[in-house]
């Protein structure tokens, strides 16, 4: 019997190439929703925020709408029976994390809000721990207790009285309700049209919050017409729209699909220092010595609290 040829050998692409690719994707994402927070910051109120929010979620849920209107006509989104949840959805991830954000804005940071939002998976463990979806273990409690004192030391600035007495701790306030919002939105919006993709699902997510978001908005209209339309409005409704919105959704969604669930929330870490780094470029608002020890603080205890 003649020997066997030799098999032709298989190429597969190198590991640090993929993962090369996964870093790049995890930084263009957190860029993309650290832009959000420096948008509100920049903006510091010359742009009615829940304007802004309206017209960012519309653009959102109009750029991702074939994705929803597909599921829907395949039958993975009955909008008959989630139409409550996606309207609760959309009230607690987009309504409340658009224009109170906005306006916290005004007297508090970028740097202040990406770590305050960054203290949400810590929320996430909580409420599943009182729901009882979720057992806290020693490690975990560790984690919730360093990330709470993180987020305490920046909201304070090491003195407590400044809770009270600052105006931007209200700011600082305002962000951890849109916080405890997302945290809401996190636990809820997976179990909504749970067969349909994440993309479908934050069209109709989007449409939901920019629907919460049309009587104050309305009211901004009505009240000061020429700060609502006007250019600069204009390009932050786009910008908001597109680079935060269309763009950071669809490249977490591809990085869900690409590397999984686990390996695509490591946008949490890169959230928050692509958001410092942002806000000192453009801005010229460099981190702080307590944001860096509260921001690891923060991440640190994430880090532990998601672990098993």
């Not at 010359?46 to 979620?57: D, E, H, T």
């Not at 653009?59 to 008959?80: C, Q, S």
């Not at 090491?158 to 849109?178: F, K, P, Y």
């Not at 449409?207 to 609502?228: D, F, H, I, N, T």
């Amino acid at each position: 019997m003649d020997a066997e040829p030799p098999k032709a050998q298989v190429s597969h692409p190198a590991k640090g190439w993929e993962d090369a690719v996964a870093l790049t994707g995890f930084i263009l994402v957190a860029v993309g929703q650290a832009s959000n927070q420096v948008l509100a910051r920049g903006l510091a109120g010359s742009v009615p925020p829940f304007s802004l929010a309206f017209f960012r979620w519309s653009i959102i849920a109009i750029g991702l709408a074939p994705f929803a209107i597909a599921a829907i006509r395949d039958g993975k989104i009955p909008l008959a029976q989630n139409l409550w949840p996606i309207l609760a959805a959309g009230f607690l991830g987009m309504f409340l994390c658009g224009g109170p954000v906005y306006i916290a804005g005004i007297t508090t940071t970028a740097i202040h809000i990406a770590l305050i939002f960054a203290l949400s998976p810590i929320m996430v463990l909580l409420i599943s721990a009182a729901l009882g979806i979720e057992h806290i273990g020693p490690l975990q409690w560790l984690g919730t207790a360093l990330a709470l004192g993180g987020a305490l030391l920046i909201v304070s600035g090491g003195h407590l009285e400044t809770l009270t007495q600052s105006s931007a701790a209200w700011g600082d306030l305002l962000v951890v309700c849109a916080m405890l919002g997302w945290s809401g939105y996190t636990l809820l919006q997976s179990r909504v049209a749970p067969r349909a993709s994440l993309l479908a699902r934050v069209s109709l997510f989007s449409a939901a919050g920019a629907l919460c978001s049309l009587p104050p908005a309305l009211q901004e209209m009505w009240a000061a017409p020429a700060e609502v339309f006007n250019t600069r409005a204009f390009e932050a409704y786009v910008f908001a729209g597109l680079v935060p919105g269309l763009i950071a959704y669809a490249g977490f969604a591809w990085l869900g699909a690409r590397f999984g669930s686990v390996r695509s929330s490591l946008v949490l870490y890169v959230a928050p220092v692509a958001s410092a780094l942002l806000s000192w470029i453009i801005l010229g608002e460099p981190p702080k010595l307590i944001h860096l020890v509260g921001g690891l603080l923060i991440l640190g205890g994430v880090w532990a609290s998601l672990r098993k």
